[in-house]
Nanobody, 123 residues
Framework: QVQLVESGGGLVQAGGSLRLSCAAS????????MGWFRQAPGKDREFVAA????????SYAASVKGRFTISRDNAENTIYLQMNSLKPEDTAVYYC????????????????WGQGTQVTVSS
C-alpha cells in the first residue's frame, strides 16, 4: 500500500509560480513510478507529468513542457511539481499518483492516488 498526500496548491496570478508537493508513505514507495495529473471542472482527468522510480526518466504533457518540472526526493519520500509561467487554463485540482508501469501518461496505469490540491490561476 502507498498513501499519497498533496500540498502546495493555492491562488496565483497568471505568470506566477507554485510548487506542489506529494508526500508518500509505504515501505516500497521508492520503487514506484510517479505521476501528476489534473482535473478541471467538467473535464476528464489529464496527464501533466511523470517520473520513473529512479528519477532517470521524465515525461510531460505538451501543454506544460518547458514550464513545469517534476522531480523526486526518495530520501524525503516526496515528489514535486514546480510550475512556472502559470496560465488560467492550468486551473484544476492536481493529483499525484503511484504505479509500477513506467512514467506513463495513462490514468489507468496508476494504482494509488492522493486526494488532490486545488490550483487556481487568475488572469
Amino acid at each position: 500500500q502507498v498513501q499519497l498526500v498533496e500540498s502546495g496548491g493555492g491562488l496565483v496570478q497568471a505568470g506566477g509560480s507554485l510548487r506542489l508537493s506529494c508526500a508518500a508513505s509505504g515501505h516500497t514507495w521508492s520503487m514506484y513510478d510517479m505521476g501528476w495529473f489534473r482535473q478541471a471542472p467538467g473535464k476528464d482527468r489529464e496527464f501533466v507529468a511523470a517520473i520513473s522510480w529512479s528519477g532517470s526518466i521524465t515525461s510531460y504533457a505538451a501543454s506544460v513542457k518547458g514550464r513545469f518540472t517534476i522531480s523526486r526526493d526518495n530520501a524525503e519520500n516526496t515528489i514535486y511539481l514546480q510550475m512556472n509561467s502559470l496560465k488560467p487554463e492550468d486551473t484544476a485540482v492536481y493529483y499525484c499518483a503511484a504505479g509500477r508501469r513506467g512514467a506513463s501518461p495513462r490514468v489507468a496505469e496508476y494504482d494509488y492516488w492522493g486526494q488532490g490540491t486545488q490550483v487556481t490561476v487568475s488572469s
